[in-house]
């Protein structure tokens, strides 16, 4: 949520920091706005809505100068309006901020007693009046920084501009991720990798308690406690033009045709058909101390980490517990040495999963993240990291994100079962053999979806939406009931077939749409049995099934089919045709896909 950039060097700010707004999009946000040096004080131009409000304005009256700041803001404290859009200014301070200042009230209440006239509902406003107060009695930026940040609770990421430094951006982090970029004579502050990428490749990913200044000489870092930190700058391989569309409509429909490429860059590596074997990038666990697998997620990672359970249990045969990361700590979860956290996050700077493995870790777990972003908080704060190699994820709504997650999760599956016994090596040969089949599988199931935007016209107007699966499907129920609701706000509920006769029976109707996902295998007798009772009450039946199946179409309104597969890959199938039904659907409302209304891709504030 909200996104945070940066720039300082020899170029006009302006231009620089819209482009990086603009990458950073995908985040959310309902205001934005730029402060930029003048002289010897920072201007401000802030609009509501989307980003062409603020180009707009910025038409109107130009900001110009070459050091400057710049955000999107996604409404936490205080409601969408221009005076609670960043950036926020106190004196001779202004400020944008990522996070939540915990202590606000107390804090307002000093600052108003002080006299401090305090304009807008936001906590941002008040770090800048911190910073202000602290700057009149210190004229050393940094102590006058740390000075205020002695006073603050809570989680931030701030790019600060101060009146009397006309040429420096000041910095701190605590518990929102923070990036900074290191170009010829010139320096880019960034939340996120695609805000800068477009100028620089070499990056410094900051640590929590640091904070520092941007030049033209490049980045100073100093720890918690003022001393200097040595920058680890890191090259970024990822191409800036991999976050283009590239000719698709939305970037939503892009990510959904690149999953098989980025399902073959996970497994990339890691397998070996000859040994029947998963190799977990330099990660290892004793079989002899393990004693149960958590699985740790929000959202659609929460989804996959039920996927995940029906894996482990089923291949490596090891009691696994599945949570939401806002949940986790909070039940005060038994937990400790030879347990096995895994924890699941596309941007690996969830704020709820952040706080749990942190929590695991605490009461001796090993942790393991699954993460698409290299040195993200999740992965730094595990013991080890198994990247997906999804790539830039645009839209909001996670679809390569997420087939990646099920990759991992069966590399780990793979992985353990070798280890535990629970999975043979022919039985595993034959397993790998058929996963390294999947990603042309997927291809195919794509190649056909043009079906899909046919049933979606038939069904765009619908008040609400069942989605049934059984088994290892019933994840990939909610994970499509998810998708419709996220972006053509149509409600729709995921549920275990199974269960449908002891509650949500009772909508089924004439103008109930059903998705039942009824792949041959271990269940599907149960599941033609659970459509059957649907036709009965006349519901419109979407049936999502495996090539060949004839019984299925007759008791189906609508239907897609795919490859047969063993039913642990199941998943990384039946989810393409739910995705691509909810995009069509959303696309024919003609809802914002890429940007749903009052979601963000990166949640990362509790």
């Not at 959904?256 to 073959?264: D, F, G, L, M, Y």
């Not at 996959?304 to 806002?326: H, M, N, Q, T, Y």
């Not at 013991?383 to 909001?396: F, K, N, R, S």
Request: negative net charge; glycine residues 10%; proline residues 5%.
């Amino acid at each position: 949520m909200c996104g945070i950039v940066g720039y300082v060097g020899p170029n006009e700010a302006s231009d620089i920091l819209m482009d990086g707004l603009r990458r950073l999009e995908y985040r959310g946000y309902d205001s934005a706005g730029l402060a930029v040096m003048n002289g010897a004080a920072a201007r401000i131009t802030r609009a509501k809505g989307k980003l062409m409000n603020l180009a707009k304005a910025l038409i109107a009256e130009p900001l110009e100068g070459t050091t400057g700041i710049g955000h999107t803001r996604w409404a936490t404290h205080g409601r969408p309006s221009v005076d609670n859009a960043h950036p926020h200014k106190s004196g001779a301070v202004t400020v944008v901020h990522n996070g939540i200042i915990e202590n606000h009230s107390e804090l307002r209440d000093q600052l108003s007693a002080s006299g401090r006239e305090i304009k807008s509902e936001t906590d941002t406003e008040l770090v800048a009046h911190l910073v202000d107060v602290a700057l009149a009695e210190t004229p050393d930026p940094i102590a006058a920084l740390r000075q205020a940040l002695d006073r603050v609770d809570g989680a931030y990421a701030l790019a600060i501009l101060m009146d009397p430094h006309p040429e420096r951006i000041y910095f701190a982090k605590q518990g929102s991720p923070l990036i900074a970029g290191v170009g010829e004579g010139e320096a880019f502050l960034g939340s996120d990798i695609p805000a800068i990428l477009g100028h620089t490749r070499e990056m410094i990913f900051l640590d929590d308690g640091q904070l520092g200044e941007l030049s033209t000489a490049g980045v100073t870092i100093f720890d918690a406690e003022g001393l200097p930190v040595e920058p680890k700058i890191q090259h970024i391989t990822w191409n800036a033009v991999a976050a283009e569309k590239e000719g698709y409509k939305h970037f939503m429909l892009k990510e959904i045709h690149e999953q098989p490429r980025a399902v073959t860059d996970t497994l990339r590596g890691r397998l070996s058909p000859e040994q029947g074997d998963a190799f977990l990038d330099g990660f290892e666990v004793d079989p002899k101390t393990l004693g149960r697998v958590f699985l740790l997620g929000c959202g659609t990672s929460f989804h996959a980490c039920l996927v995940g359970k029906f894996l482990i249990e089923g291949l490596a045969r090891v009691p696994v517990e599945v949570d939401l990361g806002s949940e986790f700590r909070y039940r005060d979860p038994i937990i400790g040495k030879g347990d096995l956290l895994i924890a699941l996050s596309q941007s690996g700077e969830t704020a709820d999963t952040l706080a749990a493995v942190k929590s695991a870790k605490e009461k001796g777990a090993t942790v393991l993240a699954i993460a698409n972003v290299v040195e993200s908080q999740i992965p730094r704060h595990s013991d080890a990291a198994l990247y997906t190699h999804a790539g830039p994820e645009i839209g909001v709504a996670s679809t390569k994100a997420f087939t990646t997650q099920l990759t991992a999760l069966l590399l780990v599956a793979i992985h353990l079962g070798r280890r535990t016994g629970g999975l043979a090596q022919e039985d595993a040969k034959k397993l790998v053999e058929e996963l390294l089949l999947v990603p042309q599988m997927m291809s195919d199931v794509i190649s056909n979806g043009a079906q899909l935007n046919v049933i979606a016209r038939r069904y765009a107007t619908a008040r609400s939406c069942l989605y049934l699966g059984r088994g290892i499907n019933y994840p990939i129920a909610l994970e499509g009931a998810l998708k419709l609701k996220e972006i053509s706000y149509i409600h729709a509920e995921g549920y275990p077939a199974g269960e449908m006769k002891h509650g949500p029976i009772a909508l089924i109707d004439e103008n109930l749409p059903v998705v039942v996902i009824a792949p041959q295998g271990p269940h599907y007798e149960k599941v033609m049995s659970n459509l059957a009772e649907v036709r009965a009450r006349e519901g419109k039946v979407i049936a999502v099934g495996t090539c060949g199946d004839t019984g299925l179409g007759e008791l189906a309104d609508d239907l897609f089919l795919f490859p047969h597969v063993s039913p642990p890959l199941q998943p990384l199938l039946t989810v393409l045709p739910l995705q691509l039904l909810a995009y069509h659907v959303a696309d024919f409302k003609g809802t914002d896909v890429d940007q749903p209304r009052n979601l963000a891709k990166s949640v990362t504030v509790e």
